[in-house]
Antibody
Framework: QVQLQQWGAGLLKPSETLSLTCAVY????????WTWIRQSPGKQLEWIGE???????NYNPSLKSRVTMSVDTSKSQFSLHLTSVTAADTAVYYC????????????????WGQGTLVTVSS | QAVVTQEPSLTVSPGGTVTLTCASS?????????ANWFQQKPGQAPRALIY???NKHSWTPARFSGSLLGGKGVLTLSGVQPEDEADYYC?????????FGGGTRLTVL
């Protein structure tokens, strides 16, 4: 059974950097793309981006200038860093298993973390 | 960035059938958009239902099905159960990036 457990700072000030980490338990880490998704207070979901075990990434064009994702295969973990946060970045952030390989047809987004509420406020 | 549009809300009677749609501002939704569908209940993370237009996960109830119709992605619920009351989101692929729809709140009444 694949489980994702995520953690990170829940309260940030404007201009700070958001940092979240997601650990994967069970199943294989290599060979998959791992995804970050967020949900605003208004419930809109937004795909942030994905990374695989080799560090290959795809980012949402609207966030690309502020997003960096990294991976630590030795720990089966992947991380999200979002710089220069503002109140608009306040959301519940989820990590998820995107899918195996590079083909979009394999993007199942099947296992999700529990979510982390990140609030940006001065 | 493309905009993905879903019905804001729908109501269905128990045992009935309901169709949720997912439209793209760029034009017709085809198999190349690899539509995903998710169900979300209050206080929970989204749960994957459908991937790549019409493929079910092992846990997806048989009453849920995905398809394409009239240039849109479609999620059909047949024989709706009270526990199907939830928010439903679609997710479409745009050449390396993905965009979620605004979600449909399904009420079972």
């Amino acid at each position: 059974q694949v489980q994702l457990q995520q953690w990170g700072a829940g309260l940030l000030k404007p201009s700070e950097t958001l940092s979240l980490t997601c650990a994967v338990y069970g199943g294989s880490f290599n060979g998959y793309f791992w995804t970050w998704i967020r949900q605003s207070p208004g419930k809109q979901l937004e795909w942030i981006g994905e990374i695989n075990h080799s560090g290959n990434t795809n980012y949402n064009p609207s966030l690309k200038s502020r997003v960096t994702m990294s991976v630590d295969t030795s720990k089966s973990q992947f991380s999200l860093h979002l710089t220069s946060v503002t109140a608009a970045d306040t959301a519940v952030y989820y990590c998820a298993r995107g899918g195996a390989g590079t083909a979009p047809s394999k993007r199942k987004n099947d296992y999700w973390g529990q979510g982390t509420l990140v609030t940006v406020s001065s | 960035q493309a905009v993905v549009t879903q019905e804001p809300s729908l109501t269905v009677s128990p045992g009935g059938t309901v169709t949720l749609t997912c439209a793209s501002s760029t034009g017709a939704v085809t198999s190349g958009f690899y539509a995903n569908w998710f169900q979300q209940k209050p206080g929970q993370a989204p749960r994957a239902l459908i991937y790549s237009t019409n493929n079910k996960h092992s846990w997806t109830p048989a009453r849920f099905s995905g398809s394409l119709l009239g240039g849109k992605g479609v999620l059909t619920l047949s024989g709706v159960q009270p526990e199907d009351e939830a928010d439903y989101y679609c997710l479409l692929y745009y050449g390396g990036s993905w965009v979620f729809g605004g979600g449909t709140r399904l009420t079972v009444l």
